[in-house]
């Protein structure tokens, strides 16, 4: 297991359509996070799962994205009708159970340009 | 509402002197500390943490110094490296709520050779 993988590295789109991103956290992780992170500023969170299960989502997520992740493994961040605004990096963090003394795992993250 | 704040956007410190890196949190529930370090084009790196029962958590040449009665945090750096240039995030978290992190805006370190 070679940690947290997030495909594509790099998104570009153009205003309007609708983008996929994935994220195959740590294999025995039963938490996964997305956060997003514009320029100058910190990850901010946006949602997250413990196993299948999506418990908490941020008045960040508009009704336009919707995340999965079916089965508890694999998890999927969709953006429909993508604006420019959008344009950032979607991080996903993994965890076995709750903030510990090693944090989260994040992968390299997924860079959207929305033109 | 910015819970986690690191109002230093940037700092320059010479190699081997010492970097001080300061993050400031509103939330009194907040039980968890944890530094991230991060370089362009990648994920933030844990690099040390500290639990609120502490004040004080050492890691090689990292260390984490908590004031809660400030809502204060920082980290040391000595001495300080090259290599040590880069984004340092602080992040804190509550266990007694959904756990998820809350990260400051970040302070982009550059160590002079």
């Known amino acids: 297991d070679t940690g947290v993988s997030q495909n594509p590295r790099h998104k570009i789109t153009k205003r309007g359509q609708n983008v996929t991103f994935r994220c195959d956290p740590i294999?025995?992780?039963?938490?996964l996070y997305w956060y997003r992170q514009t320029l100058g500023q910190g990850p901010e969170f946006l949602t997250y799962?413990?196993?299948?299960?999506?418990?908490?989502k941020s008045r960040l997520l508009s009704d336009r994205f919707s995340a999965e992740r079916p089965k508890g493994s694999f998890s999927t961040l969709e953006i429909q009708r993508t604006e420019q605004g959008d344009s950032a990096m979607y991080l996903c963090?993994?965890?076995?159970?709750?903030?510990?003394?090693?944090?989260?795992?994040f992968g390299s993250g997924t860079r959207l340009t929305v033109v | 509402d910015q819970q986690v704040k690191q109002n230093s956007p940037s700092l320059s410190v010479q190699e081997g002197r010492i970097s001080i890196l300061n993050c400031d949190y509103t939330n009194s529930m907040f039980d968890y500390f944890l530094w991230y370090k991060k370089y362009p084009a990648e994920g933030p790196t844990f690099l040390i943490s500290i639990s609120s029962i502490k004040d004080k958590n050492e890691d090689g040449r990292f260390t984490v110094f908590l004031n809660k009665s400030a809502k204060h945090l920082s980290l040391h750096i000595v001495p300080s490296q090259p290599g040590d240039s880069a984004v340092y995030f602080c992040?804190?978290?509550?266990?007694?709520?959904?756990?998820?992190?809350?990260f400051g805006a970040g302070t982009r370190l550059t160590v002079k050779p």
């Open positions: 992040a804190a978290s509550a266990r007694s709520g959904n756990n998820d992190m809350r």
């Open positions: 294999s025995e992780h039963n938490r």
């Open positions: 799962f413990q196993n299948e299960a999506q418990l908490e």
């Open positions: 963090a993994s965890s076995l159970g709750a903030v510990t003394s090693y944090g989260y795992t």
